[in-house]
Every structure is written in structure tokens, then in C-alpha cells.
């Protein structure tokens, strides 16, 4: 079949048509891809070769394709279903920058009708780390069916305009905090549309952004998100000089930068949370992985029902690819960051 590969770290990206089909095993799927979700997460492996488990690698994690078949034991999908979200990162035969990947039954979303092909390719890693941030790095609950949950509390997501970001202000604004986010000013609208109560410039002096933090919210917090993986030193200082953590006594932090030294301040009583979104479908490899894929598993659920209520909604995108030849140029306009709080696709069928 045809797709793109990367040879060996740092080399470029290859069209080739003979790459093995894979064959689904019990609780997978086979998936058509027909669009992909470009994430800052394909350079990283593709220049450092992280995460690759063997060469040439396929890469590719945001799915959103056609289930063409199913291994044995799958209850959720049929042939035909439209199957998306985030593939095992740097395994053979998942990586979507292929004509057929494999998803793993238990970790794949199932299209609701009122989201297109397209706003499938928008969500998988986004809402994912998101989810796992908040749920297992902060401790936040979804609403049961039906419930509508208000929080005297506010939750900081720190650069809440990416994709992480906007995920995680709808996430935690619909499960009862007032969410207070940092961006460009520029992208304010954005995420004040995304469900935030109150943002706050980064690019400000931090004191600054403290006395801001401490007029809006009173002290009133004890979370932090740190969706754009630069946020430690400021989170830090945040939650030491202005959270009053009086719910529970402690303080949480969670990152999507896992690769950085960090460590709380002394007595601070800080929770320092990684994100690993790269652990997804690495079953038996370990307690964390199996932890990261339990979360996952349970999250899923929920998710799929506030996807297709309209609780959670996919963020704006944009085609900056068409097919493997469009590929490297994709993630090349990708990486020049241009997009603007829009996700980019590349359309693959
Ligand atoms: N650990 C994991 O498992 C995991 C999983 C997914 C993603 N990630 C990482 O998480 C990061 C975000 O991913 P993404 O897909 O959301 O990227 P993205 O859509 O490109 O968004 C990045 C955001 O970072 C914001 N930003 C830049 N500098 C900032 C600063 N100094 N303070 C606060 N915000 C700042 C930008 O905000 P403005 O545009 O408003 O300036 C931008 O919206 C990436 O580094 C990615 O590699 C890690």
C-alpha cells in the first residue's frame, strides 16, 4: 500500500506504494485514512527519532478514517463505521500517514453524526491530552448524564489557544470551573468562544500576570494546565504566590512538556503531573502505560457522548496538504506556525 516514511532520524519524508498492509488482531480495527491532523509531535519524532520503536517509521497520529475491517472480539465498530482519534505513536502499522493504519478498539472514537470526516481529524490528540491533564494530572470529573455541574473554583490552563488548549477550557468549563486562560491577546476571542471566563497575556512581565491571576480569581484555584508545554517557571510562581488551594489543601500542576527536569518547590505542596499521551495503547509495557491506557479507555465514553450532544466542540481547521505527495510541504506550513489557532489537515483519500 502506499504512504510516507522517514528512514532513520532526521531524514526527509518518502512516498513509497509498498509498504505491508496490516492486519488487525482481536480488539483492533483497519482504518482507511482519509484525513490526518498535523501535531508538533511529528517533527519531534521525526527529527529526534523519540518515541520511533523501529525504521523506516509512518507517522501520523490524528486519525480520522473508515473501518474496512475488524480483528476478532470488536463489539463497537463494523465495517463501513467512521472511526477516529490518536493512533499508537511510533509503532508499525498505526501511524495514519499511510492508506490503512490499525486503531485499537478500546482507544477509538466512533463518528457521531453531527461532525464531519474533516472535524473527526481535529480532535483525537487534542481532546486526549487534554483529558488526561485534567483527569488523572488535576483530578477533575466529568458531569454524569444529564448534570449540570457549577464549581466555586477557577482552573488555569496556561496557553489555552492551541489545540490541547482549546480542548481543555471546553473540557473543564463544562465540568463546573471558571477557566482563566493565557494567549496572545490576538487569540482571546478564541478561547472566551471556547467556553474561559477571563484570559491573560504571556507575554507580559510575570508579576504582571500574577496581580492580573490575583484580581480575577481571588486566590480562588488550585489548578494548573499547562497545555503548551513552556508554562513550568510561571505555573510555579502562580500557584505558590497566588492559589489559596483551600478545597483540598493541595496544589496541581499538570504538562504536556514530559521531556524538561521539573520539580515543586520546597513545602510548596505542588502535584507535579507529565503528560504522556505517547503511552496510549502501550498495554503491558508497564504500570504507567497501563494507567495512561485505563484513563483513556474510561474517558472515551463520556467523551463520545458530549461529542455528540454538542457539549464538546471540534476546533476550526484547515487543508494545508492533499495526499502522500503533499505531505512533507503539510507539515512544513505546519510547522511554520501560521495557522492561528486552527488545525491543520492534510486530506489523505
Ligand atoms: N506530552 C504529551 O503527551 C503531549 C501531547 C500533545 C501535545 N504535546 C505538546 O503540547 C504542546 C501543545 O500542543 P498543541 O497541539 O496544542 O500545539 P499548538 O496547537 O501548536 O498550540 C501551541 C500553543 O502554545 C501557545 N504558547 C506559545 N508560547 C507560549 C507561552 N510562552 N506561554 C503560554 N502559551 C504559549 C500558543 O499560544 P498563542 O498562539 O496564543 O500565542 C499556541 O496556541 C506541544 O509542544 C506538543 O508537542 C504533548
Known amino acids: 500500500m502506499r504512504g510516507v516514511t522517514v528512514a532513520s532520524p532526521g531524514a526527509p519524508y518518502e512516498v513509497t506504494d509498498d509498504l505491508p498492509k496490516p492486519s488487525p488482531n482481536d480488539g483492533q480495527v483497519l482504518v482507511r485514512s482519509l484525513f490526518s491532523g498535523i501535531n508538533p509531535v511529528e517533527t519531534f519524532m521525526q527529527s529526534s527519532g523519540m518515541l520511533v520503536t523501529s525504521w523506516p517509521v509512518v507517522l501520523g497520529c490524528d486519525a480520522s478514517g473508515e473501518v474496512v475491517e475488524v480483528g476478532k472480539g470488536v463489539s463497537k465498530f463494523k465495517i463501513g463505521d467512521h472511526a477516529y482519534g490518536c493512533t499508537r505513536l511510533g509503532v508499525p502499522g498505526y501511524g495514519t500517514f499511510q492508506e490503512y493504519h490499525l486503531m485499537d478498539e478500546k482507544l477509538a472514537f466512533k463518528k457521531p453524526g453531527n461532525i464531519s470526516v474533516e472535524q473527526a481529524a481535529t480532535l483525537g490528540v487534542g481532546l486526549l491530552t487534554a483529558s ?106 502562580i500557584l505558590v504566590k497566588c492559589s489559596n488551594s483551600k478545597k483540598d489543601g493541595a496544589k496541581h500542576f499538570a504538562s504536556t512538556d514530559d521531556w524538561s527536569p521539573m520539580s515543586a518547590p520546597d513545602k510548596s505542596g505542588i502535584n507535579i503531573y507529565r503528560i504522556r499521551l505517547g503511552q496510549l495503547g502501550r498495554y503491558g509495557e508497564g504500570s504507567q502505560q497501563d494507567e495512561t491506557c485505563r484513563v483513556l479507555e474510561e474517558a472515551i465514553v463520556p467523551l463520545e457522548r458530549f461529542l455528540a450532544e454538542g457539549q464538546i466542540k471540534p476546533m476550526e481547521w484547515e487543508i494545508v496538504g492533499h495526499g502522500f505527495e503533499g505531505l512533507a510541504g503539510a507539515v512544513k506550513l505546519f510547522d511554520s506556525g501560521t495557522f492561528g489557532g486552527k488545525k491543520a489537515l492534510v486530506k489523505l483519500a
Open 132 to 237: 488526561l491533564g485534567l483527569i488523572a494530572g488535576l483530578g477533575i470529573e466529568f458531569p454524569a448524564a444529564g448534570e449540570t455541574l457549577k464549581r466555586d473554583e477557577w482552573l488555569i490552563v496556561l496557553g489555552g489557544s492551541g489545540s490541547v488548549g482549546q480542548y481543555a477550557i471546553q473540557i473543564a468549563s463544562f465540568s463546573g470551573y471558571q477557566v482563566l486562560t493565557s494567549c496572545s491577546p490576538s487569540k482571546a476571542p478564541l478561547c472566551i468562544a471556547a467556553g474561559a471566563s477571563a484570559t491573560f497575556d504571556y507575554k507580559l512581565p510575570l508579576d504582571e500576570q500574577i496581580s492580573t491571576i490575583n484580581s480575577i480569581t481571588g486566590g480562588d484555584f488550585s489548578k494548573v494546565l499547562d497545555a503548551g508545554a513552556v508554562s513550568y517557571v510561571p505555573a510555579m510562581e
